[in-house]
């Protein structure tokens, strides 16, 4: 269930605060956006990806990723939110990657300006497709989304106004550029959906989620 604040009250922050339950909060141009935390099957997915990331990618020298890291554009003011200051405008994505020598943008435990690429995952009645816009603005050249539940994946790149998104192979593999990763949702033996990925130049490396 959807639930506005036409303005949200001072003890309901503090509240959330104080039980660690405003972890996934974002805040669009000023507006308050309350996330409940993610499903067991939601936070299983963003580990596995981390893990296959940070083995086959970052350890290899190809950059940076970080999972849950906030994003937010460079000159962003802070307003006051229940006696703290936050960032007026900022997102978090599951996953966020920087290339090798982009990392001077992780500035103050935040990714200051574009990431080369991050990765959504999708539960159903969230807002991941309405952060397109906000990626596209900052500069995001890829926008990797993963639904929960089916393991389908979406790669949006980044087109001159708006992103494009990138048509599957006909095998169903999507590739990502920016990553050299490919991605593609299967069924496992025992039925599920699983999501495989393995590494464009090194198809050696591969993983699962």
């Given at each position: 269930m959807r639930a506005v604040f036409v303005e949200v009250p001072e003890e309901v922050v503090r509240h959330r605060r104080?039980?660690?339950?405003?972890?996934?909060?974002?805040?669009?141009?000023?507006?308050?956006?309350m996330s409940p935390f993610p499903s067991w099957e939601h936070q299983r997915i963003a580990k596995d990806l981390t893990v296959f990331f940070t083995l086959h990618w970052e350890q290899l020298g190809e950059g940076a990723c970080g999972p849950n890291v906030g994003v937010k554009p460079p000159g962003t003011p802070d307003l006051e939110l229940a006696g703290e200051k936050t960032p007026a405008n900022y997102r978090g994505p599951d996953l966020v990657f920087l290339l090798t020598g982009n990392e001077d943008r992780i500035q103050g435990g935040w990714v200051v300006g574009a990431p080369d690429a991050v990765i959504e995952v999708r539960s159903p009645g969230d807002e991941t497709y309405q952060k397109l816009p906000f990626y596209h603005r900052l500069g995001v050249s890829e926008v990797i989304v993963i639904q929960r539940d089916s393991r389908a994946v979406e790669i949006h790149r980044r087109g001159p106004a708006e992103y494009e998104r990138v048509v599957p192979e006909p095998n169903g593999s999507v590739p990502s550029q920016v990553l050299d990763t490919v991605f593609r949702a299967e069924r496992g033996p025992d039925g599920k959906p699983v999501l495989r990925l393995h590494r464009g130049r090194m198809p050696d490396r591969q993983g699962m989620a």
């Open positions: 104080q039980l660690d339950l405003d972890r996934f909060d974002e805040m669009w141009e000023g507006e308050l956006h």
